[in-house]
């Protein structure tokens, strides 16, 4: 079976959806792939459902802010000086769900989210912008001619199909797309290669917890020297703190917990995937006990889902016109080609070399220039989500759910433009691209 479109979407994540709408929003038969049976990629598939930041605000600051909200307490100056530098698809989003309940946006730091309204909202969002969705479609080869993507093959229920293209856009997160063509790319630390940690994100029920995160300072500090000790005397290796636990909005006593953590897992090896979902299942229902017994509203938790998708941060980044650099994250560069911001902290969850991160000045974002997005060697593929072009320390900024869709925004509008135009992406006029994201409410 052969079909085709003038744009085709390889993923359907945060950044696969901002990609697949806004292609189609700008005019662009297109056609979406995805292997899961529904949108959301890590968030949906993955049980995240927490989005990062939009704002640039100062993110030492993220969690105490959030308990004087809770409480009722004033903010400090510095609490309120976080402007929005993320617009376009995932603040249309964050605010379409927010007015459901089904977010929770104090208008800083993280927002928790609700997966299941996110599966139906980004469908929604997909069909009225015209773009088609095909799931269960596994991405598995590719056709050449020279150096473009004449048609993507792909293996599903109904077997093998080809789908033909003007335009790809690589947005399964792993870049398989990319590789498939015949891309460069790099894994991993550039002096040895090593990936960060992937965790299985699960949730439990039952859990009486009142503010939207885990926030009780005194708490999570007497539970993490609890667990760090256990961690230590080899009691236990599933944790060695508490980590990241959210409420689901719109779900009563749910939250996600993302605390699991395996190593040395490179995500695109299938053996590699196994042993990190079996491992992180044990490790899940032993977390899941030390919770029960040391944290107050946890007592009786149980486990409701482990997520059907393991949680990859990292894996190949494929090498594009620009490397973003850590520097450039943290000095908030700018680049005449931007396509849209960013302010996320450099956050590289690998236990040996933890200084490798650092912080923003609050205040300040950095730039994503479009070269990131265009792969070297083939012309007429766009990548976008956690695989465009970054070094490892700046994927670590990059990787976060809202910069994602900026990057994919980027990308579906640049690959309609594209088609529509007879152009290659690297011959667009950046400035119509920015003016055309604008119009689109990104940020340049
Ligand atoms: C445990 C964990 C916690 C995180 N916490 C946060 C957080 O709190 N806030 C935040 O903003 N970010 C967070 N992140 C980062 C963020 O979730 C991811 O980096 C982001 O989801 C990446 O988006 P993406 O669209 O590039 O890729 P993905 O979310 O990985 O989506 C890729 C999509 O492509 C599909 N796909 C892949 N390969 C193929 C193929 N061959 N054929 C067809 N389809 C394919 C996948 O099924 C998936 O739906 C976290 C990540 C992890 C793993």
Avoid at 23 to 37: F, M, P, Q, V, W
Avoid at 248 to 266: F, L, S
Wanted: with cysteine.
């Amino acid at each position: 079976m052969e079909i085709g479109a003038d744009v085709v979407v390889c993923g359907g994540g945060p950044a696969g959806i901002a990609a697949a709408i806004s292609s189609a929003r700008a005019g662009a038969e297109t056609l979406l792939i995805e292997k899961n049976s529904s949108l959301g990629g890590v968030v949906s598939a993955g049980l995240l459902s927490v989005f990062g930041p939009l704002d640039d605000g100062d993110r030492l600051l993220d969690w105490e802010r959030d308990r004087r909200i809770e409480k009722g307490l004033p903010l400090t100056p510095a609490m309120k000086t976080g402007n929005r530098i993320i617009g376009g698809i995932a603040l249309e989003i964050v605010e379409n769900l927010a007015k459901t309940g089904a977010a929770i946006d104090y208008g800083y730091g993280f927002i928790p989210v609700n997966p299941e309204r996110l599966k139906r909202l980004s469908e929604e969002m997909a069909e009225a912008a015209g773009a088609k969705i095909f799931y269960e479609t596994l991405l598995t080869g590719t056709v050449i001619e020279g150096r473009k993507i004449k048609a993507v093959e792909t293996a599903g229920k109904s077997g093998m199909t080809r789908i033909s293209g003007e335009i790809f856009i690589d947005a399964t997160g792993d870049g398989d797309l990319s590789f498939l063509a015949g891309a460069p790319f790099e894994k991993g630390r550039e002096k040895n290669g090593r990936m960060q940690g992937v965790t299985l994100v699960f949730w439990l029920g039952n859990v009486k917890m009142k503010s939207r995160f885990f926030t009780d300072r005194q708490q999570i500090e007497e539970a993490n020297g609890l667990f760090g000790e256990y961690y230590r005397e080899g009691k236990t290796k599933a944790l060695h703190q508490v980590g990241c636990i959210n409420v689901i909005p719109g779900m009563k006593d749910v939250v996600a917990v993302n605390t699991q953590h395996t190593h040395c897992i490179d995500g695109t090896v299938t053996a590699d995937l196994t042993r990190a979902l079996i491992a992180g299942r044990r490790e899940v229902e032993e977390i899941a006990g030390l919770f029960r017994k040391h944290l107050k509203g946890f007592e009786e938790a149980f486990l409701l889902d482990t997520a059907s998708m393991l949680g990859v941060r990292e894996t190949r980044r494929i090498r594009g016109r620009y490397i973003l650099t850590g520097e450039d994250v943290l000095q908030a560069r700018d680049f005449e080609d931007s396509t849209g911001r960013n302010a996320y902290n450099l956050d590289i969850h690998l236990p040996d070399e933890p200084m490798e991160g650092g912080f923003l000045t609050p205040g300040t974002s950095y730039a994503i220039p479009y070269r990131c997005l265009l792969p070297a060697g083939i012309e007429n593929l766009i990548v976008a989500g956690r695989c465009i072009s970054t070094t490892h320390r700046a994927q670590s900024s990059v990787r976060i759910i809202p910069c994602c869709m900026v990057t994919g925004q980027a990308a579906g509008i640049a690959g309609a433009i594209s088609a529509r135009r007879g152009v290659l992406p690297g011959e667009i006029d950046t400035g119509i691209l920015q003016n055309a994201v604008k119009d689109a409410g990104g940020i340049i």
